[in-house]
Structure formats: C-alpha cells, structure tokens
C-alpha cells in the first residue's frame, strides 16, 4: 500500500472565518493553558445530566415501597430494578441519533436539548402517583437525554492533546460531583413532610407528592444551566473539508491524496477494532458499576436480618456524598499522575483488581454497628467510586483516540448506545438478584448477600480480562496509551 510509507502530512495551518471550530483551534494553538471556562460548561452539563440518576437512589427503595406494588420487603428490589433501569432503556433507542445529530448540527444544541428535557420530564417524574408514571417518566427522560454524547466529544475537543486525560476527567469528575450533591438531594428532602413537619404540611403539595421536592430541585438547577448553555461556544467544524492533502513519502518525494482515497481509507467504525474492543469493555464495566449503585442502595437500607445496615435515606445520602467529596481529590490531583506514569490500560487494570479485592469484604460489614460500621463504609465507598471513574476515565481515553473528530460524535453514540442497553438490563438483574439473595439466607453455597457481592465480582473480572490482548486493541493514533 502506497499509503503505509506516507509520513505526517505537510499542512498549511488555516482557519476558516465563521467556522466555531476554526475559532476554537485557534484559540488551542495561541494560549497553552487550561480551557477554565469551557471546563466550567461541560461540569455543569454534566452534573445536570447526573443528578436526576444519583439522587433517585437513596429514596428508590422508600418510593416503590409507597407505590404499594412489591407484595413483600423482597419484592422491592424487583420492581426497583425497573425504574432504575428505565432510564438507561430510553437512551439505547436515541443515544446513535444525538451522536449524529452532534456530528451535523454541533454539540451545542444537543446539550440544550438534553438540559431541558431534564427541566420537565424530571419534574414529572416527582409528581408520579404509580408505578407505570414512574416508568414512563424515567424512559421519555432517556430518550431526550443525549448529553453525555456531546460532552465527551466536547471535552477532547476544547482542549490541547496535553491536555486531553484532564479534560475527560471533568466528564467523569462531574458525574462524581453528582454523585456528593444529588444524594444528598434525594435523602434529606425526600418525604419532607416526615421529616420535616414545621415546616411542610402533610396536605401540601410535598405531602401528597414525598418525592417532589427533589426533584424540582433538580429540575430548577438543570433550567439554570440551559440557560447557561446559551453562551457555549460549538467547537464542531462546519466548513468543508479540503480536496486534497500534500505529504511527503519515505524518500522525500511529495504527492497529494484525494479526498475520496483518504475517506475510503478510514475504517468503518463498526470495523473499527480498537474503538469497539474499548465500547464492549466499557460496556461491562458500566453494567457492574450500575448493578453496584443499585444493590448499594437497596442493601444499605435492608435490614440486618437479611444481611443488611439498615440505614435511612439519610444515611445512604451521606455514604453517597462523602464518596463523591473524594472524587473530587482523585480525579484532579491523583488520576493525571497515575495515567502519565503508568499509561492508561495499566490505569484500568489496577483500578479493576483493587475493585475486586475491595468489594470481597463488603459481606462482613452487617457485623459492624455505630460509628465504625459508618466510618468503614464511607471509607469503602469513597475508594469504590474513585476506583470506577478512573476506569470510565480511560475508556474515554481510548474510545476518543480511536476515532477523528468529525467521528466523535457519532463514535459516542455507539458508546453510549450499548452502555445504555447494558446498563437498562444491570439495575433489573440487580435487583432481581437482591431479592433472591434475601430469600436463600441460609443455602450452604454463597448464602444471602454472599451471592449478590460474587456476582459482582465476577462482572469486574471480566471487564478486566477484556482489557488484554488479543481482545483490546490499542487505537493507533494512541496517545499516553
């Protein structure tokens, strides 16, 4: 092939006036610092997108408890399950389109879209007054939330390649946020009128409705942030591409590639070996961390006969949060460091061993009580979720340097298409799962909460085995790989 003795091309640098794309590459190539503002945007489109899920699981146990359609206590992770994972099942039908629609029109209006389908359809869901309202809320919300498609795009985009681990860390770092903020959201002001009766009256409004005032806090922060989407600039190329590229051969000599050569060139993404191996591997790791989320929910709050800590809303909004607190010093402070010194495959594969390892002593927690039962879980918990971004942080990594930018978009798209599937299936298995473990509390093999920790495991250590070769392939324009 007369391609594979091309060198780097020789490119004339020029910026296309009007084109939003042109003005950010131009701002990347004159200030060698951090894009503070653009960074800014995509932790707050991101965390928009991340409260409506993270807060929902310190009340969800409480809330299909109230709908009164579990006939027993185990029956509630059941139907739990369904809504935890309604979410996720609107996203598999739309997440391919917003990756489209991205790539075509920018990134911008994605994240507009998706920031105000929050604004309703989460207000709606505070206000559900049975099952099948619940359900139906929670899957329109996925399928108008495309945010996640653009941000990661956006988060490469506006940023130098130095640069790029930090910018993939705010879209994972901001999630995390989430996760200190929208529990806290869910526990304290979830059934205000029990909790709180001076000041909310069993006949008001957050009477009638125990899960709305969440919500509608949510809600009204995700309606300042669409407002504050009004002023992201799109980074997306609108120009057109040009017809030719000059490059230099092994031997000196110049000569042009037409356009049509260079696209026939490029891979089709399904064929795309480095960026699928990445997806499915992502995919399974995102499916445990989603089963996780839901069967810490509902383990926490089970009671001890069962296996569980019986907590509160409360006290699971406080695991929650103070997890997320440690995000924060991670993802800004340690990951950058881990990534450049060890590459991030090796990142990954640490991250998932400790995991494992850390998830195998979860079982013996029922045996603790009072302050050292909580200090331990909230030290486990922090070091649990610090340990699943770092993973997703890499997965970014990969997926983003697989593909050009004008594939980005789309490239997310399949990402967070088979995410979606994987994670709309992990919250009913979850909590189908929690159910059985709480009704074989004396079988001889892996009894009670034995069964559902194992099961976990085993789902880590296969994201792990998938991160090796032959199945991983490194994308060959890698970059800190």
């Known amino acids: 092939m007369a391609n594979s003795a091309l060198k780097e091309p ?58 009164d359609i579990a006939k027993t206590e185990e029956d509630i992770g059941y139907y739990a399950g369904y809504v935890g994972g309604s979410f996720m099942l609107g996203r598999v039908f739309t997440c391919l389109f917003w990756g489209v629609v991205s790539d075509r029109y920018g990134r911008k209006p994605v994240m507009q879209i998706g920031v105000i389908s929050v604004v309703i359809l989460n207000t709606l869901f505070g206000l559900s007054t049975n099952f099948w309202m619940a359900i139906s809320t929670r899957f329109i919300l996925g399928l108008f939330n495309g945010l996640v498609v653009p941000t990661k795009a956006y988060s490469t985009e506006i940023c130098r390649p130095e640069h790029q681990a930090i910018g993939l860390s705010i879209v994972t770092t901001s999630w995390g946020i989430g996760l200190i903020i929208g529990p806290a959201i869910g526990g304290y002001l979830a059934q205000p009128a029990e909790k709180y009766p001076l000041i909310f009256s069993i006949d008001s409004l957050f009477g009638r409705f125990p899960y709305f005032l969440p919500c509608l806090c949510i809600s009204t922060f995700a309606f300042c942030t669409f407002i504050v989407c009004l002023w992201i600039p799109e980074s997306l190329h609108t120009h057109k591409v040009q017809k030719s590229t000059i490059y230099y051969d092994s031997i000196g000599n110049t000569g042009k590639i037409k356009q049509e050569d260079e696209v026939e060139s490029k891979l089709s993404l399904l064929k795309n070996w480095p960026l699928m191996s990445s997806i499915i591997s992502f995919c399974v790791f995102a499916s445990h961390d989603m089963a996780y989320t839901e069967i810490f929910s509902l383990w926490s709050v089970s009671d001890k006969k069962f296996g569980g800590l019986n907590f509160s809303s409360n006290d699971v909004g406080d695991v929650l949060s103070i997890s997320g607190l440690g995000l924060l010093f991670f993802q800004f402070i340690l990951y950058p460091s881990i990534e450049r010194a060890l590459g991030v495959i090796i990142s990954i594969r640490l991250a998932a061993v400790l995991s494992i390892v850390l998830l195998s002593t979860f079982t013996l927690y029922s045996k603790l009580s009072g302050f050292w039962l909580m200090f331990v879980i909230n030290c486990a918990s922090l070091v649990k979720y610090s340990l699943s971004t770092a993973i997703v942080t890499g997965m970014f990594i990969l997926q983003n340097n697989a593909v050009e930018q004008d594939q980005r978009g789309i490239a997310s798209g399949i990402s967070m298409t088979m995410m979606s599937i994987f994670k709309t299936i992990s919250p009913a298995v979850a909590g189908s799962l929690f159910s059985l473990a709480q009704k074989r509390q004396l079988s001889n093999f892996l009894p009670g909460d034995q069964l559902v920790f194992f099961v976990l495991n085993a789902v880590e250590l296969l994201g792990l085995l998938l991160t090796f070769k032959p199945f991983l392939a490194k994308p060959t324009s890698d970059v800190l790989i």
Not at 20 to 45: A, H
Not at 48 to 66: A, G, K, T
């Open 10 to 67: 020789l490119r004339e640098k020029v910026y296309y006036e009007g084109c939003p794309g042109c003005v950010m590459d131009k701002r990347k190539d004159t200030y060698p610092g951090l894009p503070y503002k653009e960074f800014f945007y995509v932790w707050i489109v991101t965390l928009s997108s991340s409260l409506p899920i993270s807060s929902l699981f310190p009340f969800l146990y409480f809330m299909i408890r109230d709908l």
